[in-house]
């Protein structure tokens, strides 16, 4: 730590904590990066990368799932990662892109709210945890210049509203705020699809998670970075719920029941369900 560090302890007037690092000459690790760019660091440099997340809203709040699949150009670096996470009671972020920063990003994000928490005395609010992401991607524009990118998704339960809500963005931090559901990802063209023809605003929190579900299998049936459900090695999605009671994880047990219907259902018909369309066509 500097010498000025304890002149840092007693700094007034911000809650964030990255102003609170680079004030005690500690600059955050996403800042250390984005300074670090004019380096050299090569633009073919083979790091882990994360696809594919998508959220939807719901009657209850809002739902988010991604794949679990890692990879590393044409090989995949890992068949369990972790790409959505609990970042405080009421919200989410599901992260694509370059894994490791992406994973990083995250865990600041997380302190960053909770020391906002702690001096302010009161949780931040949904728009104001949405800005502070996308201060961080900011801080992260260098690296995401030299092809290390980090795209976040960002949900959760909107109390002062009382109604989920989903934020994405793009790598120079430009925030933008979306309408019944959105993904991120090298899949999430094809997961959008598959929401656009199963969403259903007034749906339950089970319904919207087996509609994740479906687009991620969409997504995994066309984009090979994206993972299907393993059933051999009983890896399944990654699930949450926001809710006006706080952050559910969809436990494993419920996520294989789900999973296992959805498999039988696509042996008879594998470009999955249909779209419910009511009212004469013509």
Known sequence: ??????????????????????????????????????????????????????????????????????TMGNIIAQRDVQKVFETDAFSLVGIAGTAGLAVELVHLFQVELEHYEKIEGTPLSLEGKANRLSSLLRANLGMAMQGLAVVPLLAGFDATQERGRIFSYDVTGGRYEEHDFHGVGSGSSFARGSLKKLFR?????????????????????????????????????????????????????????????????????????????TGDPS
């Open 201 to 277: 605003p007034d749906a339950d929190a089970d319904a919207a998670v087996r509609v994740a579900l479906e687009a991620l299998y969409d997504a995994a049936d066309d984009d090979s970075a994206t993972s299907g459900p393993d059933l051999a090695r009983r890896i399944f999605p990654m699930v949450s719920v926001v809710t006006a009671l706080g952050v559910q994880h969809i436990d494993e047990s419920r996520l294989a029941q789900d999973v296992e219907r959805m498999m039988a259902e696509r042996l008879g018909r594998p470009d999955g369900p249909h779209a419910s369309v």
């Open 1 to 70: 730590m500097s010498h000025d560090s304890p002149s840092a302890f007693g700094l007034v007037g911000t809650a964030s904590f990255t102003e609170f690092l680079n004030a005690s000459g500690n600059a955050s690790t996403v800042g250390r990066s984005a300074g670090s760019a004019a380096t050299g660091v090569s633009n073919g440099l083979d790091a882990p990368h994360g696809t594919t997340i998508v959220a939807l809203v719901c009657r209850d709040g809002v739902v988010m799932a991604g794949d679990r699949r890692a």
